[in-house]
């Protein structure tokens, strides 16, 4: 089993930054890729970012392209969300994710092996 705790999520006004972080704990094997989701209110879950663990290779959405940043610390064990020029559609729950198999378009796609429970980001006009 894997556990991935979010933290960072808050209020911000259009325009700032925010950076969330996912820690993962549990499993010690395997190289995840791990990703970031989001469900704005009434909406569906949508990929927004991930990245491979071991050689670092990342895929964004084109919502956020150029605006938002992956990254992750081994020692760690923590992924990173780095958030920039934020709109107001960007305002959602945001959740992490990893997948210990597969490609970066795979988790693109949602099929995921384990979920966080997510951290509100809420960006005001």
């Not at 970066?104 to 951290?119: C, E, H, N, R, S």
């Amino acid at each position: 089993q894997v556990q991935l705790v979010e933290s960072g999520g808050g209020l911000v006004q259009a325009g700032g930054s925010l950076r969330l972080s996912c820690a993962a704990s549990g499993r010690t094997f395997g190289t995840p890729n791990m990703g970031w989701f989001r469900q704005a209110p009434g909406k569906e879950r949508e990929f927004v970012a991930a990245i491979n663990w071991s050689g670092g290779s990342t895929t964004y959405s084109d919502s956020v392209k150029g605006r938002f940043t992956i990254s992750g610390d081994n020692a760690k064990n923590t992924v990173y969300l780095q958030m920039n020029s934020l709109k107001p559609e960007d305002t959602a729950v945001y959740y992490c994710a990893a997948k210990y198999s597969g490609s970066l378009q795979i988790v693109a796609l949602g099929v995921i092996d384990y979920w966080g429970k997510g951290t509100l980001v809420t960006v005001s006009s």
